[in-house]
């Protein structure tokens, strides 16, 4: 069954804490994104990687941090200085840039 | 101004009418256009996309482009409650970016 997995569904942070966001694709896309929707806005882009090994900043990187060891896998950390980190984190993958993107279901992040 | 602007609504119309939504955009080199439709604390899900000028039609959906105008729009036609949700206007200035804009919440009356 292919698609895209976002775990874990809930998440809560502590404060000064790190966390991770896990986001794996089975659809053999080589391009996987990362984006942060907050209450009645449009969705904002993170991080984004065309390739393997290979990932560029969006446009409200900072305080987040991202790898793409893997073609499958693009996991994101909230870092303890992103000051603002409740919202509701979606990842997207496309079988390349400039293609369609299609999403996972969402983590929602709550700070403690 | 924003990259892409959408009527905040909320739009309300009754079962069976036409919902009508609009969507301008700023970039005027973009190519692609998308539609996703959001439920409720859902991810985005993509129902159209279209890339030249005209109309694009999928079932109940019309998707409309006019470059010149930097205008795209959506039909819903004979519109269903399961039609209730956020719709989110997508265009691509360039080929990584996906600019988003934030949505219009389409209530359909039963």
């Known amino acids: 069954d292919g698609g895209i997995t976002q775990s874990p569904k809930y998440l809560f942070r502590k404060e000064g804490q790190n966390v991770t966001l896990s986001c794996e694709q089975n659809l053999n896309h080589d391009a996987m994104y990362w984006y942060r929707q907050d209450p009645g806005q449009g969705l904002r882009l993170i991080y984004y990687?065309?390739?393997?090994?290979?990932?560029q900043k969006g446009d409200i990187a900072e305080g987040y941090s991202v790898s793409r060891e893997k073609k499958e896998s693009f996991p994101l950390t909230v870092t303890s200085a992103q000051k603002n980190p409740t919202a509701f984190y979606l990842c997207a993958s496309s079988m390349g840039t400039g293609t369609v993107e299609y999403f996972g279901a969402g983590t929602r992040l709550s700070v403690l | 101004q924003k990259e892409v602007e959408q009527n905040s609504g909320p739009l309300s119309v009754p079962e069976g009418a036409i919902a009508s939504l609009n969507c301008t955009y700023s970039d005027r080199g973009s190519q692609s256009f998308f539609w996703y439709r959001q439920y409720s604390g859902k991810s985005p899900e993509l129902i159209m996309s279209i890339y030249s000028n005209g109309d694009k039609e999928d079932g109940r959906f019309t998707a409309q482009l006019n470059k010149a105008s930097q205008y795209v729009s959506l039909l819903i036609r004979d519109s269903q409650p399961s039609d209730s949700a956020t719709y989110l206007c997508a265009v691509r200035p360039n080929d990584y970016k996906l600019s988003f804009g934030a949505g219009t919440t389409v209530t359909v009356r039963a």
């Open positions: 990687s065309q390739i393997v090994n290979d990932f």
